[in-house]
C-alpha cells in the first residue's frame, strides 16, 4: 500500500492541526494503521495507532487526552487530530502501514509501509 501524510503545518501553542494519510488501493481496511514522529535528533516514536476495524486504539502517554486518531476505510484514509498542541510537539510526523493485523490489533511497531512524512512545527 502506498500512503501519502498531508496537513502538517506552523500553528502557535494551544492549536490544533489535523493529518491526513491517504492510502492507495482498495485493501485499505485490511491494514492496521499507526502514526508516529521523529524530532530532530531524536528516533521516530509511536504517536498513537489504530486497528483494522478503528474499534481499538492506542495513545503515547506525551499525546493522550490530546490527540485522536481515526479512519475512514470507505475512503481509505487515516487521520490525527491534534489538539492543545505543545511545542514539543514540533517534529516530522509520519503515517504507516502494518498488513499484519488483526482485525482488532492496535500495534506499536511491525510496520511495513511508510509515507513521505508531514512536518508539525508548533510556536511558543
Known amino acids: 500500500v502506498q500512503l501519502q501524510a498531508s496537513g502538517g503545518g506552523l500553528v502557535q501553542a494551544g492549536g490544533s492541526l489535523r493529518l491526513s494519510c491517504a492510502a492507495s488501493g482498495r485493501t485499505f481496511s485490511r491494514y492496521g494503521m499507526g502514526w508516529f514522529r521523529q524530532a530532530p535528533g531524536k528516533e521516530r516514536d509511536i504517536v498513537a495507532a489504530i486497528s483494522r476495524s478503528g474499534g481499538n486504539t492506542y495513545y503515547a502517554d506525551s499525546v493522550k487526552g490530546r490527540f485522536t486518531i481515526s479512519r475512514d476505510n470507505a475512503k481509505n484514509t487515516a487521520y490525527l487530530q491534534m489538539n492543545s498542541l505543545e511545542p514539543e510537539d514540533t517534529a516530522v510526523y509520519y503515517c504507516?502501514?502494518?498488513?499484519?493485523?488483526?482485525?482488532?490489533?492496535?500495534?506499536?511497531?511491525?510496520?511495513?509501509?511508510w509515507g513521505q512524512g508531514t512536518q508539525v512545527t508548533v510556536s511558543s
Open positions: 504507516a502501514a502494518r498488513g499484519n493485523a488483526t482485525s482488532s490489533g492496535a500495534y506499536l511497531g511491525g510496520y511495513d509501509s
